[in-house]
């Protein structure tokens, strides 16, 4: 006798239903302690799409935030990560982005945690890629996009409501925002004066709120489970030596790994390209960085970082120059980002680690876009300034 087949769908809508019920202190006390010190360098999505694994690290001054994208994951021996761990500094680097998270990503999460921000010190470390002409696609901006803080961005009156105005005009330029009926209705609501748009969202508010709930308890479940751990490269080598020492150790830990081609690109990645090198001979001839909507996107990120009152050191990383170059990229269209950048963060009093007078240094990027051995030392360096109460706004490190 053939089991009726609405049982199975009647467990699954019971399971779910408990899930839901279960308070959510009773969750909170399940999570384990060292959830956090984990998450530090997990990098996992769950995570910084969330909101309540970021809000602990936030309140432990033990935790020093680094947001940036892709570079964060690169975990070799240099790497913040790794080398303040090793040398026992009295802080934690805590890692938060991937490929992808570009300014706008980084101002939703700001925003979600505006009120502990205050005097908190943090790192941001900047891509020139992500400054083309269009900003971040639909490609780059959908994975990294928080449903939990698209929608606590639309209760959130504390945000200037001009800068608030602004980001959501841009945000609705994105699918998985104007594909939304509630939030999309929520957004357009604040945006507009007419009367019909509003009352609509006043009705779908409720729902709003009840759906928001339900997506914190899902972060609930997701900090509960965890994520995974990533390979590290700790070594006591890093320890008892001078800023000096490290760069040359970085050069022959870099010099063993890119050893066979002249744009100094870690082995492994050059092996990925070198069949498509030809076709990539003067292909950027007429590109630049130096006019993009990522700049009004990152404007929205200095202003929430501005009302907040946290105090952030922005590290902006070079290109490499040998790759560009074959490329045909203008080195003008790199300058004027280089330049455009600082002058767009000085505006704002805030401090910048400024390497864009390396591009051309031997492994100092680990491959065409990414920070490397090198660029970690002085990245460490400046880091270590900033975290000891360096007060100069625009931090140069000569090593």
Do not use: C
Not at 247 to 275: C, L, M, P
Request: avoid cysteine.
């Amino acid at each position: 006798m053939r089991r009726p087949v609405f049982i199975p769908l009647f467990l699954a809508f019971f399971v779910l239903f408990i899930l839901v019920i279960i308070p959510d202190r009773w969750i909170e006390s399940l999570i384990p302690k060292n959830r956090i010190s984990q998450a530090a360098t997990e990098l996992n999505p769950f995570m910084f799409q969330g909101k309540y694994i970021q809000q602990k690290m936030l309140a432990d001054s033990r935790y020093l935030p680094i947001y940036g994208s892709s570079e964060l994951a690169r975990l070799d021996r240099f790497h913040p990560s790794n080398y303040f761990k090793e040398v026992h500094e009295d802080f934690t680097p805590f890692l938060i982005g991937r490929g992808g998270t570009e300014s706008l990503i980084h101002f939703l999460n700001f925003s979600e945690h505006i009120n502990q921000l205050k005097d908190k010190k943090i790192v941001f470390v900047l891509s020139p890629q992500w400054f083309n002409p269009l900003g971040a696609d639909e490609s780059h901006f959908v994975p990294n996009y928080s449903s939990l803080q698209g929608y606590d961005f639309a209760f959130n009156n504390q945000i200037d409501s001009e800068v608030k105005k602004k980001a959501i005009k841009r945000l609705l330029t994105y699918s998985s925002v104007k594909n939304d009926p509630i939030l999309s209705t929520l957004y357009k609501a604040e945006i507009t004066n007419d009367p019909w748009t509003k009352r609509e969202a006043s009705v779908l508010r409720p729902v709003a709120a009840v759906y928001r709930h339900l997506l914190e308890k899902k972060d609930l479940y997701y900090s509960l489970a965890g994520g995974f751990s990533r390979h590290r490269d700790l070594t006591p080598k890093v320890r008892n030596k001078s800023w000096n020492e490290l760069a040359q150790e970085a050069d022959q830990f870099g010099a063993k790994r890119a050893t066979n081609n002249h744009f100094y690109i870690v082995n492994s990645q050059y092996n990925k390209i070198k069949g498509f090198l030809p076709s990539f001979k003067n292909k950027d001839i007429n590109r630049s960085y130096g006019k993009s909507k990522e700049y009004g996107d990152f404007q929205l990120v200095l202003d929430v970082l501005k009302q907040s009152g946290a105090k952030p050191l922005f590290i902006s990383v070079p290109v490499n120059g040998h790759y560009y170059d074959y490329t045909g990229f203008p080195k003008q269209g790199r300058t004027a980002y280089y330049e455009r950048i600082k002058q767009q963060i000085a505006a704002e009093g805030f401090q910048v680690a400024d390497f864009s007078g390396h591009e051309y240094d031997p492994y100092f990027m680990k491959d065409t876009i990414h920070i490397g051995w090198k660029g970690w030392v002085y990245t460490d360096q400046a880091i270590k300034q900033f975290y000891e109460g360096n007060e100069k706004k625009v931090v140069m490190v000569n090593l």
